[in-house]
Each structure stands twice: as C-alpha cells, then as structure tokens.
C-alpha cells in the first residue's frame, strides 16, 4: 500500500486515478476545491484553494509517496512544488500533447518533437478558448523536472483521453451515432490515422509510474489505428454488424462547413490533413515498453456506453446534427450520381 496525494481527483482523469488507486489498496487523498464534482468512494478529501500559496504546505509532513497533479495554471504548479517537492518520492505531471510546435509530422515521438515557447511572462495560465494551454504546459513541465528531478518525475503527455466521464463528446459522439444506426457519415479516408487513450488505462499507468518509481518524458496515448478499425471497434463494442459507413472526401466536407475535431458541425476525432498528420499519429513506442497497457477499443466503448445510459444528464451533446448528417449524405451521392 501507497500513500497517493492526488491534486484534483473530482473529475474525470483526476477521479479515475483516485478511484483506481482506492481500488489497489492504496491511500488516497484528494486536495481540490471540491467544485468540479465528489471524489470516489474511500478517498479523503482535503478542500484547497490552490490560488493560495500556502494551501498545500499543512499536507507536506503526512508522509505522502506520490504525487499526481494535473494542474494547467502555473502559479499552482509553483506552490505545490514549494510545498510538497522534498517531502513526497515521486511526482506525477499530466501534461499534454498540445505542448508540441508540429502537429504536421507524422511518426514523431517525446524524444524528437520540437516544443512550443513559453507563453507571455504575465499568463498564468490558459485563457478563453485554451490559449496558451499547451505553452503554460511547457513551463510546468519545465519547474516539476528542475524542483523534483529527471529521475523522480514523471511526466505524462496526455493525447486525447475517452471513457466514461468522458465531458468532450469526440469519443461519445461516435458510440452515440453508431448506436443510432442508418447510414453514418465517415470522414475522409478509412486509412487516415485515429489515436487516443482510454482514461482507465492512463490512470493504471500514473499508478504504475508512482509504484515502480518511473522518472522521464513520455506521451500519454495508445498506439495508432485506422479511422476504420477505430469504427470497428465502436460497432463491436455497441454490438452492431456491419454498419453502413458511407465514406466523404474531407473537401467535400469543408466546402459544406463540416468541422473538424470537435463543436457545432464538428466530426469528431476527424483532422484536418496534411497540416494536422501528426496529432493523431505519434509512435508511442517507448511508452508501451514503459508499462502503459491499452484495452480493446470495444471494451471502451462499452464502459463508455454504460455511462451514457446511466448519466443521459452529463453527457455532452454538439457534433454534426442528424439532419445536417443527412442532408450532406444526400447531396454527396446526388453528386456522385450527377
């Protein structure tokens, strides 16, 4: 058994580490706010308000052995760090793919990509829109290495997390359209490349990086897919055979105002190509040989699925509207007929 202090823990990545290390055996706390949701069952929590720079300074004596922190403000970073970094054997930072500057190279990996600057010396942290998320990342990253140390930190580049709890609706959008059924609209290619990360299994790997002491720089993403296996696996998942994948030219798509990613119009888990190659097709070879361990697509979509039938309320809607769907399908074919 651990003693785990998890800064967050009441939602989404955050609660499955909590819930998961809870599960293990280990001793959890949670230090947050306490406004974004509860923490899991089994776990103390120690309301902070990390604004405060002396917040986190009465846990510092309670003889924590890891740390994770998902942290995106840096002025957060810097107290905890102050706080907490002398007295804990390891630190967890969940940081982000968005840290790179080239999202347009494939095959790219944590060892060779080039980062984005520091953001301006007056951001704390992102602004509206996620302006400089990813640049406020680089600076934590920066002060977890420099205060705890390359070889008691750990630092998670985080890709494109889905599950349950899952608030962004690029993952549900797709076992909510091929749950529906009809014809589906399928962008661009069934080649182009799909990556993401289940959140249960970058959780087990924080746990994992804690328990065995894990030091380094890795991306926080499963393997690559085809676009098609990725359906694939959603229509395993849900139980549906053979679903009618109609396939669409990302032009095509562009020049009737189908977005890209996520939002209003927006396909999900669908970029754009070849500026964007990159995002979505990193070699994550080094943190599989470091102990991450994906699932079955189809093992996510059901616990996914599971979630969205149990909490219809917290399921996030957007996406391409069925009627939008439908009239782009007909107007692809009424062309190709033409």
Avoid at 121 to 146: A, H, M, N, T
Wanted: proline letters at 7%; charged letters at 20%.
């Amino acid at each position: 058994m651990a003693r785990i202090l998890v800064l967050g823990g009441t939602r989404f990545l955050g609660r499955a580490v909590a819930r998961l290390a809870v599960a293990r055996g280990h001793d959890v706390t949670c230090a947050a706010r306490g406004v974004s949701g509860a923490v899991p069952e089994g776990v103390r929590f120690v309301p902070v308000d990390r604004d405060d720079p002396a917040a986190l300074t009465p846990l510092a004596g309670q003889g924590f052995d890891a740390v994770v922190d998902v942290t995106r403000v840096i002025g957060h970073a810097r107290h905890a760090l102050a706080a907490l970094a002398d007295h804990v054997g390891h630190w967890s930072f969940v940081s982000t793919i968005s840290v790179y500057a080239d999202y347009a190279t494939p095959g790219l990996s944590a060892a060779n990509t080039p980062l984005l600057p520091p953001p301006p010396s007056d951001v704390d942290g992102p602004g509206p829109g996620f302006r400089w998320y990813g640049e406020c990342k680089v600076v934590i990253e920066r002060l977890v290495r420099e205060r705890v140390g390359e070889d008691r930190s750990f630092i998670c580049r985080a890709g494109l997390i889905v599950g349950a709890e899952d608030s962004s609706n690029r993952f549900p959008y797709w076992v909510r359209r091929l749950a529906r059924g009809g014809e589906v609209l399928a962008p661009g290619r069934p080649t182009d490349r799909v990556q993401f990360v289940d959140v249960e299994d970058l959780a087990g790997w924080l746990l994992h990086a804690a328990g065995t002491r894990l030091g380094g720089t890795y991306d926080g993403i499963g393997p690559t897919m085809s676009r098609a296996e990725m359906l694939a696996g959603v229509a395993a998942g849900l139980g549906v055979a053979d679903p009618r994948l109609t396939w669409i030219d990302q032009d095509f798509l562009r020049a009737h105002d189908v977005r890209e990613w996520w939002g209003e119009r927006a396909l999900p888990l669908w970029v754009r190509l070849p500026e964007s190659a990159g995002l979505m097709d990193r070699d994550v070879s080094a943190s599989l040989a470091a102990g991450l361990v994906v699932r079955p697509v189809a093992d996510t979509v059901r616990a996914t699925a599971s979630w969205m039938s149990a909490h219809p309320g917290d399921v996030p809607q957007g996406g391409l509207d069925p009627a939008d769907e439908a009239a782009i399908l007909g107007t692809w074919e009424a062309e190709r007929n033409a």
